[in-house]
Antibody, heavy 121, light 108 residues
Framework: EVQLVESGGGLVKPGGSLRLSCAASGFTFSNAWMSWVRQAPGKGLEWVGRIKNKIDGGTTNYAAPVKGRFSISRDDSKNTVYLQMNSLKTEDTALYYC????????????WGQGTLVTVSS | SSELTQDPAVSVALGQTVRITCQGDSLRNYYGTWYQQKPGQAPVLVMYGKNNRPSGIPDRFSGSSSGNTASLTITGAQAEDEADYYCNSRDSSGDPVAFGGGTKLTVL
């Protein structure tokens, strides 16, 4: 059974930093493209960014609102993907979902349950 | 542009057919993908590609596309289909970057 378990969310002040983790199991993590999607309270889904597997170059891509502030990395030995969030703004407040992408179909095939990030003074 | 537009809310009588639509320029080049989200739960993939359902998704769900519009049709809507539905599409990078604003489906 595929499982994605996010952790690391919490309350942080504007301008602060936070690192989210997502532990994966039930599939070959090293082959997977991984992505983060967020959802502000009562709002819709917003793509945050993506990291390819190492075979495909391990490159990242980010949404415009987070580019230069957020970074995604992975540790295949730990089956874990990370989202480093710096210079946080109040508008980054959201539930952050870890997802596994099917690169061929362009679909978010698996989702975690999310971890809540609240940016507030 | 990678913007996708959905009707905010749609309702359907139990057992009837409903179509949820999504419009955007990127849909001229890429098929739309659909996610169902129930309150307090993570989204679930329900439709992708030309008309493909992941394993476990009932066959009352179907997809179609024409021009800049993608559609998700539920034939014989059930109470458990009441949820928010989001469309998604890729941009020129190939990443699934664009989400529609979501459609809240109410089954009456």
């Amino acid at each position: 059974e595929v499982q994605l378990v996010e952790s690391g969310g919490g309350l942080v002040k504007p301008g602060g930093s936070l690192r989210l983790s997502c532990a994966a199991s039930g599939f070959t993590f090293s082959n997977a493209w991984m992505s983060w999607v967020r959802q502000a309270p009562g709002k819709g889904l917003e793509w945050v960014g993506r990291i390819k597997n190492k075979i495909d170059g391990g490159t990242t891509n980010y949404a415009a609102p987070v580019k230069g502030r957020f970074s995604i990395s992975r540790d295949d030995s730990k089956n874990t993907v990370y989202l480093q969030m710096n210079s946080l703004k109040t508008e980054d407040t959201a539930l952050y979902y870890c997802t596994a992408i099917s690169p061929r179909a362009g679909t978010f095939d698996y989702w975690g349950q999310g971890t809540l990030v609240t940016v507030s003074s | 542009s990678s913007e996708l537009t959905q009707d905010p809310a749609v309702s359907v009588a139990l057992g009837q057919t409903v179509r949820i639509t999504c419009q955007g320029d990127s849909l001229r080049n890429y098929y739309g993908t659909w996610y169902q989200q129930k309150p307090g739960q993570a989204p679930v993939l329900v439709m992708y590609g030309k008309n493909n359902r992941p394993s476990g998704i009932p066959d009352r769900f179907s997809g179609s596309s024409s021009g800049n519009t993608a559609s998700l049709t539920i034939t014989g809507a059930q109470a458990e289909d009441e949820a928010d539905y989001y469309c998604n599409s890729r941009d020129s990078s190939g990443d699934p970057v664009a989400f529609g604003g979501g459609t809240k489906l109410t089954v009456l």
